[in-house]
């Protein structure tokens, strides 16, 4: 039998200093009482964030106040512009998902197809909040909460003032609807809610109707060709402002007035929309808020600790004519 060995006092030294650094490297992949599952408890907080693009003004307020709400916050974002693609928002949030992020957020730019990368995310054990816009999954599981507006009411405010305006009408309203981005919630929601709205008034009738991608130039483009195909276009409803701007150039250049020979609703409520509708060339708008940023660093700090959050948060928002919109300018935020 041969002799057991003791090991000299250095080496000694340098076995325990191993095993030391051993058991906690392995506490540190192996932590789950982060509320992130495989995520790093090192006290801070890392949020992913997949925005959809920079297509229109309220999306540039919007990514400024997640911005400026994550550095107050102490919150440390990584942020990626998807450009309008769903392919694009499914790399980013897969890259979030190795880079082992605390907290996924995204505003999805459609609202199907999202189940098998939340799953990803949710095996991964990376909470996901949803902002500004929701996804159609059956699974409510795959996502912790959901921060933002309520379209249908949007559209539906919008519908019901124009039913208001119009309830003396006896002939045929004309109306053109200038669409958001094909398949976003936006786009459908608004759509749902003005459509339903108006049903209550049966001169009112939405003979084009259209994505403008909720950009200006798309509001522009789609306009002139309404114009060109429709000779008595009596109302324009706009899914945001920046396409209700776009169709003011179409509209002028045709040789009408807007906001008197076609009635302009839109939505969204930021600094050039209000200006429009001030200036009496938009005649109505109904608000949604893109200052969602220090809810969402608030949600993100619950989740992270593991609280409890409501599963579904919705924005505070108004409407405004013309004298309110003449009002609230000099205070306008975005
Ligand atoms: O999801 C919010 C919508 O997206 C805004 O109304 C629109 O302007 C934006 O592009």
């Given amino acids: 039998m041969g002799k057991m060995r003791t090991q000299s006092a250095p ?7 191993a095993s030391v650094l051993l058991v906690g ?6 932590n789950s009482d982060t509320g992130g599952g495989g995520t790093k408890d090192d006290g801070k907080i890392t949020m992913g964030f997949s925005q959809v693009g920079a297509e229109s003004g ?11 709400a994550a550095t107050a916050a102490g919150i440390e974002l990584k942020f990626d512009d998807a450009q309008q693609k769903q392919e694009n928002q499914i790399k980013a949030i897969r890259n979030y998902i190795q880079q082992k992020v605390d907290v996924i957020a995204f505003s999805p730019v459609v609202e199907s197809g999202w189940d098998t990368v939340l799953k990803e995310a949710k095996d991964a054990g990376i909470p996901v909040i949803l902002t500004d816009r929701s996804v159609d999954s059956a699974d409510k599981s795959l996502y912790k909460t959901f921060l933002g507006s309520d379209f249908v009411k949007e559209g539906k405010l919008a519908g019901e003032w124009l039913v208001e305006q119009k309830k003396t009408a006896t002939g045929p309203v004309n109306i053109v609807e200038l669409q958001g981005s094909t398949g976003a919630a936006p786009a459908n ?5 003005f459509g339903e709205a108006i049903a209550a008034n049966p001169n009112l009738k939405v003979i084009a109707s259209q994505t403008g991608d909720f950009t200006r130039a798309g509001g522009k483009q789609v306009m002139e060709q309404f114009l060109k195909a429709n000779k008595k276009i009596d109302v324009l409803f706009a899914h ?11 509209i002028t250049a045709a040789g009408k007035v807007p906001g008197k020979d076609i009635t302009i609703i839109t939505i969204d409520a930021v600094k050039d929309g209000m200006q429009a509708l ?6 109505f708008i109904a608000e949604c808020s893109p200052l969602l940023g220090p809810q969402l660093m608030d949600l993100a700090k619950k989740v992270k ?3 409890e959050v409501p599963a579904r948060i919705e924005t505070q928002e108004t409407t405004f004519t013309t004298e309110q919109a003449k009002e609230a300018l000099p205070n306008r935020k975005y």
């Fill in 11 to 17: 080496w000694r030294a340098v076995a325990v200093l």
């Fill in 25 to 30: 490297g392995v506490a540190a992949c192996g």
């Fill in 58 to 68: 309220w999306r540039t307020a919007n990514t400024i106040s997640i911005k400026e």
């Fill in 189 to 193: 929601d608004r759509k749902k809610g």
């Fill in 240 to 250: 945001n402002d920046d396409m209700g701007l776009g169709a003011l150039e179409a």
């Fill in 278 to 283: 001030a200036d009496g060339k938009f005649n």
């Fill in 305 to 307: 600790d593991g609280q």
